[in-house]
């Protein structure tokens, strides 16, 4: 058995990973999926006061309070700006390290800053809808989700804080993955559901890829 943390991408939530909690917690192993504050089911606590650091804790907490260790921490999209700062507080905690289609800036940089227009889209969405502070969710076709699935996004994704995107801070986690974990990958590849195209390429860094298409 295997205790695996899943860390959803902005807008979301942890709805995002239901298929894959599921055929993970068949497989007998443990599945921790936490909404990251002011998203999802947590929206009711948005706040100008959200930050990157805010997230991270939400996880870092979660790790303390359920006294996990030996943890498979998976980070999708902006999940992975969150997991590399997880893995910075406390990496005797981790056993192995995943992004999947994730951000991984350079110590110093922000999601922002590997945007083509370097968020400037997002920051004047912010201001038109959004208070100036908090990013409204792009539709579906956005994050290239299939028509099937497309509805079940749209309803499901929430404003998002614009500081998080916008942080820039170092980190000493290692900015490729540890070896993956091969049961996460063969589970993500069946819970796909026809949201995305698998491509698994072992690259010369020993990464797997599988683009997803959401942020």
């Given at each position: 058995m295997t205790d695996y943390v899943l860390i959803h991408g902005a807008w979301h939530g942890s709805w995002c990973w239901?298929?894959?909690?599921?055929l993970l917690a068949a497989k007998a192993h443990r599945v921790f999926a936490p909404t990251l504050t002011g998203i999802g089911e947590r929206s009711h606590l948005l706040s100008r006061d959200i930050g990157l650091d805010t997230h991270v804790a939400d996880v870092t907490n979660l790790m303390i309070w359920e006294d996990l260790r030996d943890v498979v921490l998976?980070?999708?999209?902006?999940?992975?700006?969150?997991?590399?700062?997880?893995?910075?507080?406390?990496?005797?905690?981790?056993?192995?390290?995943?992004?999947?289609?994730?951000?991984?800036?350079?110590?110093g940089k922000a999601v922002f800053d590997y945007l083509p227009d370097r968020g400037k889209s997002f920051r004047d969405l912010a201001m038109a809808d959004g208070d100036g502070w908090k990013i409204p969710p792009p539709p579906a076709r956005f994050?290239?989700?299939n028509p099937v699935d497309a509805d079940w996004v749209d309803r499901q994704c929430t404003m998002h804080p614009l500081s998080t995107l916008d942080s820039r801070r170092g980190s000493l986690a290692p900015a490729t993955a540890s070896l993956p974990s091969d049961t996460f990958w063969r589970?993500?590849?069946?819970?796909?559901?026809?949201?995305?195209t698998p491509k698994r390429a072992n690259g010369a860094d020993g990464r797997l890829g599988l683009p997803a298409g959401m942020m």
């Amino acid at each position: 058995m295997t205790d695996y943390v899943l860390i959803h991408g902005a807008w979301h939530g942890s709805w995002c990973w239901a298929r894959v909690r599921s055929l993970l917690a068949a497989k007998a192993h443990r599945v921790f999926a936490p909404t990251l504050t002011g998203i999802g089911e947590r929206s009711h606590l948005l706040s100008r006061d959200i930050g990157l650091d805010t997230h991270v804790a939400d996880v870092t907490n979660l790790m303390i309070w359920e006294d996990l260790r030996d943890v498979v921490l998976v980070g999708h999209s902006y999940g992975g700006v969150v997991a590399r700062h997880v893995v910075d507080q406390m990496p005797d905690r981790i056993r192995l390290l995943v992004y999947v289609d994730a951000f991984v800036p350079d110590n110093g940089k922000a999601v922002f800053d590997y945007l083509p227009d370097r968020g400037k889209s997002f920051r004047d969405l912010a201001m038109a809808d959004g208070d100036g502070w908090k990013i409204p969710p792009p539709p579906a076709r956005f994050f290239a989700v299939n028509p099937v699935d497309a509805d079940w996004v749209d309803r499901q994704c929430t404003m998002h804080p614009l500081s998080t995107l916008d942080s820039r801070r170092g980190s000493l986690a290692p900015a490729t993955a540890s070896l993956p974990s091969d049961t996460f990958w063969r589970v993500a590849l069946m819970a796909r559901s026809n949201s995305f195209t698998p491509k698994r390429a072992n690259g010369a860094d020993g990464r797997l890829g599988l683009p997803a298409g959401m942020m």
